[in-house]
């Protein structure tokens, strides 16, 4: 049996009339996250952790923010391709553990939620997704309410 464990941080800015996508759900808030595609900056995170963990480049090499392809796309998508090219490597992941770094709104009404849509998407059970949420403290640009951070890790069987 091998074991890979991977890594990703993602951070989007904060921005007046875009939605505020997390984990492919849609937190109602007065402001949302700017980016080439939805900005889901949870899905992006646990994205790259993926890759990272199969050591194939990162979430902007297979989906260039520079190709209009991407402009607006669901991150459930690249999130679901990362794990494709899991699998077809021979792994299986074994958990996610994952951190949203957000001063407001709170999020917790949407843990659950949010990990649902992770383990369907990435088909495993609810038990192996964790989402946890942090404020900044009122501190740095997160703090500040200009961005939202998020942190994942990954491991994988093979
Ligand atoms: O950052 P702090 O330690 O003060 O967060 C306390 C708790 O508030 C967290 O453990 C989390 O459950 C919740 N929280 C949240 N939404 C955020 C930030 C924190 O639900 N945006
Ligand atoms: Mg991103």
Redesign the pocket.
């Known amino acids: 049996m091998s074991f890979r464990i991977g890594q990703g941080w993602d951070n989007h800015r904060i921005a007046e009339g875009r939605p505020l996508i997390l984990g492919g759900v849609t937190v109602e808030c007065e402001f949302g996250l700017d980016g080439h595609s939805d900005a889901d900056v949870l899905s992006h995170a646990v994205t790259d952790a993926i890759l990272g963990a199969l050591a194939d480049h990162d979430i902007g090499a297979h989906f260039p923010d520079t190709d209009p392809k991407w402009k607006g796309a669901g991150s459930l998508q690249f999130l679901r391709h990362a794990c494709d090219l899991a699998a077809a490597a021979g792994f299986r992941i074994a958990n996610v553990d994952s951190t949203?770094?957000?001063?407001?709104?709170?999020?917790?009404?949407y843990?659950l939620a949010m990990r649902e849509s992770l383990a369907t998407t990435m088909g495993i059970s609810l038990a192996q997704v964790s989402v946890?949420?942090?404020?900044?403290?009122k501190v740095g640009p997160v703090g500040e309410g200009k961005s939202a951070e998020a942190q994942a890790i990954v491991l994988l069987i093979g």
């Open positions: 949203i770094i957000l001063q407001t709104p709170k999020l917790k009404d843990r946890k949420f942090k404020t900044a403290e």
